[in-house]
C-alpha cells in the first residue's frame, strides 16, 4: 500500500525566509505527485504537479517542487515567504489501483508566516 | 465553469443517527472521490465512483456507503453515527478518475457528531 509522509507537522517562518517542506512517498511504480494548499477558511487548491519529464515543477505563486526518484521524495519550496502564503500544505500520491485514482494525502504541515 | 459543490456545508448529529452528504462534481466530471479530513488522520480516501459504479473504496467500516447518479452528482452516508465521524467531509472531481487527472476539491461538509 502506499503512504505518504510530511515530517514537518508545523513551521513557523519570518516573512523572506526560505521554505522548503518535505515529502516522501513510498509506492514503488510510477505516481503522479501533488501538493495542495488550504489556506484558513477555504477548501483544498492544487498549487503543482508531477506527472513525468522535467522533475523540476513550477505552480502557482512561485512555489516549485522536485521529484528525486532515487529518495521518493517531492519536496516543496519557495524562495521567499510571504505572510498570505500562511496555509496548510498536503503532499499526495495518486497511484494506479486498477488503473483508477486511488490518492493518499500526507497528514498536512502547518505553515505559520510571521509578518 | 461552477466548482464543486457540497451540501449541506455544516450539520449536527447525534450518536446512532445516519447522514446523507451531496456532492455535485464539475460539468463534464464524470468521477468522484470522497475524502475524510479530521486533525489526527488528515485526509483519507473513503472511495471514487465513476458511471454510477463504485471502483476504489479506502478502509472505512460499511457503515460509510456512498452511491453516484446518473448526472454524476453522488451522495454519501453514514448510518449509525460515532463521535469519532466528526469530520470534515471533502468531495473531489475529476474528469475520468484516470491517475494523471487532477481532482478538484469542494469545500466540505463539516459533521459534527454529538
Known amino acids: 500500500a502506499q503512504s505518504v509522509s510530511q515530517h514537518n507537522h508545523h513551521v513557523i517562518l519570518s516573512e523572506a525566509a526560505s521554505l522548503e517542506l518535505g515529502c516522501n512517498y513510498s509506492?514503488?511504480?510510477?505516481?503522479?505527485l501533488f501538493w495542495y494548499v488550504q489556506y484558513p477558511g477555504q477548501h483544498l487548491q492544487l498549487l503543482l504537479k508531477?506527472?513525468?519529464?522535467?522533475?523540476l515543477v513550477k505552480g502557482i505563486k512561485g512555489f516549485e517542487a522536485e521529484f528525486i526518484k532515487s529518495k521518493f521524495s517531492f519536496n516543496l519550496r519557495k524562495p521567499s515567504v510571504q505572510w498570505s502564503d500562511t496555509a496548510e500544505y498536503f503532499c499526495?500520491?495518486?497511484?494506479?489501483?486498477?488503473?483508477?485514482?486511488?490518492?493518499?494525502f500526507g497528514t498536512g504541515t502547518k505553515l505559520q508566516v510571521i509578518p | 465553469k461552477a466548482g464543486v459543490t457540497q451540501t449541506p456545508r455544516y450539520l449536527i448529529k447525534t450518536r446512532g443517527q445516519q447522514v446523507t452528504l451531496s456532492c455535485s462534481p464539475i460539468?463534464?466530471?464524470?468521477?468522484v472521490s470522497w475524502y475524510q479530513q479530521t486533525p489526527g488522520q488528515g485526509l483519507q480516501f473513503l472511495f471514487e465512483?465513476?458511471?454510477?459504479?463504485?471502483?476504489n473504496k479506502g478502509n472505512f467500516p460499511g457503515r460509510f456507503s456512498g452511491r453516484q447518479f446518473s448526472n454524476s452528482r453522488s451522495e454519501m452516508n453514514v448510518s449509525t453515527l460515532e463521535l469519532g465521524d466528526s469530520a470534515l467531509y471533502l468531495c473531489?472531481?475529476?474528469?475520468?478518475?484516470?491517475?494523471?487527472?487532477?481532482?478538484?476539491f469542494g469545500p466540505g461538509t463539516r459533521l459534527l457528531v454529538l
Open positions: 473531489a472531481s475529476s474528469t475520468n478518475g484516470r491517475t494523471q487527472e487532477t481532482q478538484y
Open positions: 509506492y514503488g511504480g510510477t505516481v503522479n
Open positions: 508531477y506527472f513525468s519529464g522535467d522533475p
Open positions: 499526495a500520491v495518486n497511484a494506479p489501483s486498477g488503473g483508477y485514482q486511488k490518492v493518499t
Open positions: 460539468s463534464g466530471h464524470r468521477s
Open positions: 465512483y465513476f458511471s454510477e459504479t463504485q471502483r
